[in-house]
Each structure stands twice: as C-alpha cells, then as structure tokens.
C-alpha cells in the first residue's frame, strides 16, 4: 500500500502546484500593476533572476547570461521586468525538455541600426528548443493561447503588458525545430 500510496501523494502535490502556478497567472494578469522605474543594473538583474536555476538544470540545460561590459542603467521597474523575464526563462525551459542551451544576452544596439534607439537596451532570451511554426508565432501573445498541454497561456501576454508598461517593446523570432528567440527593449536611464 506504501507505494500506491506514494504516487498518489506525488501526485496530488504536483495538481497543486499546477493550480496554484495558474491562479498566480490569472491574479497577475487581472491586475494592473503600477510601474515605478528606477535606474537598474540589467546585468546584475539577469544574473539575480537566473541563479536559481543553475542547480535545477545543471547537467539537462547550458545556460548563459552575457551582458555586455559598459552596459548602460536602464529606466525600468525591477520586479515588473524580473516577472515578465521569468515568464519569458519559464516558456524556454519549456520548449526544451530534453535539454538544450538558453542563453539571457544583454547589450546596447549601435546606434547606426535603423530598427532600434541608441537609447535601448537589448535583451534576448535564446533557446535551443522546439521552436514555433508561423501560425503559432502569429498568436504567441493572445491571451489564454498556449502550445503547450499544461498552463493558462498567459506568461508571454503579461510579459509583454510588463515590457510595455517599462515603455520597452518585446517580439518573437522562432523556427520549428531550431528555437525561439524572444527580444525585450528597454529604456536607458537619463542620469541628471
């Protein structure tokens, strides 16, 4: 009876913290949070927001933070980006169930590139995973929409509502069986 009775504790444990995982998501995205943006370190964030992880995935996922030295502050509210950058790290793991590499770059685009301000900061979030074909990637950011059997469908839509309130932008670049890409813009901070 002991091992019957160890499965179906495990698994009643793991219905809950899916349930509790996905009223995390709805009470998130039902709210309206208030930015309050400071002059904040991107590097020193993307490091904080993934150390975490490094034990869990050691051995099953490589992963790189590289932010680039003389990296300017960015204007963004830290708990508002560390949200939406989780959403974004969760999403990759995801996609990446037999291992892979994810790598968190950080970096200031020239400021001869037509498609971004001199005045952003780059972030992207790269994985080796399963990637997305066009129809998927065309509706990545509706509500409630998911390619995966578990979850609400909501990490990329408050991750986006996050970047946005930053006054950032984020877009997703994927190929099916390649990876996906997902890139956050962020203001720089104007120090007086």
Partial sequence: LSPALDECMSSI????????????????FASSPTARPE????????TDVTEPYRTGL???????????PGLPLAQI???LFTRALTNVIENALQAMPGGGSLTLRASQ???????????????DVTDTGMGMDAD????????????KATGTGLGLTIARR???????????????GVGTTVSMTLPVATLA
Avoid: H
Avoid at 13 to 28: A, G, W
Avoid at 136 to 147: D, K, N, V
Avoid at 170 to 176: D, G, L, N, Q
């Fill in 13 to 28: 444990l793991s219905q809950v913290r899916l349930l509790r995982q996905i009223s995390s998501e709805f009470s998130s």
């Fill in 39 to 46: 002059p904040t370190d991107v590097g020193a964030l993307l």
């Fill in 58 to 68: 050691a051995g099953r996922v490589t992963l790189i933070v590289d932010a680039q």
């Fill in 77 to 79: 509210d830290p708990a």
């Fill in 109 to 123: 685009p020239n400021a001869e590139s037509a498609s971004s301000s001199p005045a952003a900061i780059s972030v």
């Fill in 136 to 147: 998927a990637l065309a509706r990545i950011f509706e509500p409630y929409f998911s390619t």
């Fill in 162 to 176: 996050n970047v946005e309130l930053l006054g950032g932008t984020i877009a997703v670049r994927s190929e099916k």
